[in-house]
């Protein structure tokens, strides 16, 4: 059968044109990865197909840049093809090309405009010099593109000439444009954080930062939503342990309940950040701190029973893994999404990791620790922001109740 039809394709493939040496290695690699036997078939093909392409197009895998990967894709989906005819199914098989340097990197795109080298300089400063995590540099660039599309004129000049005036004034039209509408708590913090660069990168010719106010009520007003101690010990009995994924599952929730870890703190967890001997975890957390951690005893358990009979044979270095090939580690959202499956299974009101850490921190709380301990458990930068716990403190907030004097009606 021609490898290029838009069927379902045999196992054994007749593979011609520059890739064909390619083949028993590039099966080896997917192997490894942990991808079942139709799986890898499937890539195969894909790779037998690319090669056909190529060969009637006088190319080899060198002249795969992103441009023409999408026209070979576009050929497969023209000729009715319905697997591997998108930019995610072709990531494996162009992996293996550059990994082999066979195939050119990707190649980021380079700014065209004053205003996206402006852009870019700023995610680098977000990223390396302010250490911000990646959904926050993707709300402030958001914010920032905003702004300097409201500015008149070349974009130099006009960031030369920006008064105080000019920023209260576009303040201004944004709270009215958002008048009856949900709170909005990134765009000031980001105005502030994109004025204060521009300062430093000797754009604007003065501090206006502090031009841009402060909204209005009072901050974190709120109560932590907090996942009570009780649902947390329903969702760990909940994790079916006899299997890889609620192995996996159980050691992540535990280690958020026990040491008060952000969901993107678990994710970001590798291999060599258990130090065994130590009894100690290394944390990476927001703005690029890092810390050591003692290692519970129960929490170390959980991992290394999670390591010796769960965790896929993998190169990846991250200690928490998906079960699907190819085994990678695990995003901010995924552990978000496993918490709330965990909490289904529980049959307990939804929660996510921040409720988990929350908890954490009440527990302290209860057994009469004080707000600096908890800041240090939970690694806060500012006392102010461990100051929220105090709002759940109910057996100290009673001490502050006056009481209501006799004779005086209620």
């Not at 995610?123 to 958001?142: D, F, K, P, Q, S």
């Not at 130099?156 to 209260?168: E, K, P």
């Not at 703190?265 to 060599?272: F, G, K, T």
């Amino acid at each position: 059968m021609d490898s290029r039809d838009g069927k379902r394709r045999p196992r054994r493939i007749v593979v011609d044109g520059p890739l064909t040496s390619l083949v028993d290695g590039f099966r080896r690699e997917l192997a490894g990865q942990g991808y079942a036997v139709d799986t890898i078939v499937d890539h195969v093909h894909l790779l037998a197909d690319l090669s056909d392409w190529l060969d009637d197009g006088a190319l080899t895998a060198q002249d795969l840049t992103m441009q023409r990967v999408g026209t070979f894709l576009r050929d497969r989906r023209a000729r009715g093809c319905r697997v591997g005819v998108t930019s995610r199914a072709i990531a494996p098989l162009l992996g293996y090309l550059r990994s082999l340097q066979l195939a050119p990197p990707p190649v980021a795109p380079v700014p065209a405009t004053p205003e996206e080298v402006l852009l870019a300089n700023y995610r680098h400063y977000l990223r390396n010099e302010r250490g911000l995590a990646a959904g926050t540099v993707v709300h402030y660039l958001r914010c920032a593109r905003v702004f300097l599309r409201s500015v008149d004129g070349p974009i130099d000049t006009a960031l030369a000439a920006l008064s105080t005036a000019d920023v209260t004034g576009y303040v201004l039209e944004w709270a009215h444009r958002r008048r009856g509408q949900a709170p909005d708590l990134v765009t000031l913090p980001a105005l502030r954080s994109l004025l204060r660069y521009l300062h430093v990168a000797g754009l604007i010719g003065a501090p206006l930062a502090d031009a841009v106010p402060h909204g209005c009520g009072y901050p974190r007003r709120g109560l932590p939503r907090v996942a009570p101690a009780k649902q947390v010990r329903a969702v760990l009995a909940g994790c079916d342990r006899d299997c890889a994924a609620g192995r996996r599952d159980f050691a992540i929730i535990l280690t958020m309940a026990r040491l008060a870890l952000r969901g993107g703190e678990i994710a970001r967890l590798l291999l060599s950040d258990i130090d065994w001997r130590a009894a100690e975890v290394t944390v990476r957390g927001k703005g690029g701190r890092i810390d050591a951690l003692p290692l519970p005893a129960d929490v170390g358990e959980a991992m290394a029973d999670y390591l010796l009979h769960a965790r896929p044979a993998t190169r990846s270095r991250y200690l928490f893994v998906t079960m699907v090939a190819p085994f990678t580690g695990l995003s901010t959202s995924s552990i978000t999404g496993l918490v709330g499956r965990a909490c289904a299974r529980a049959g307990v009101r939804r929660f996510g990791p921040h409720g988990i850490r929350h908890a954490a921190a009440c527990q302290l709380l209860a057994s009469g620790a004080s707000m600096t301990e908890i800041g240090q458990l939970l690694r806060h930068a500012q006392e102010r922001t461990t100051a929220i716990y105090a709002k759940v403190d109910r057996a100290r907030l009673a001490e502050l109740v006056v009481p209501c004097p006799q004779g005086v009606a209620r």
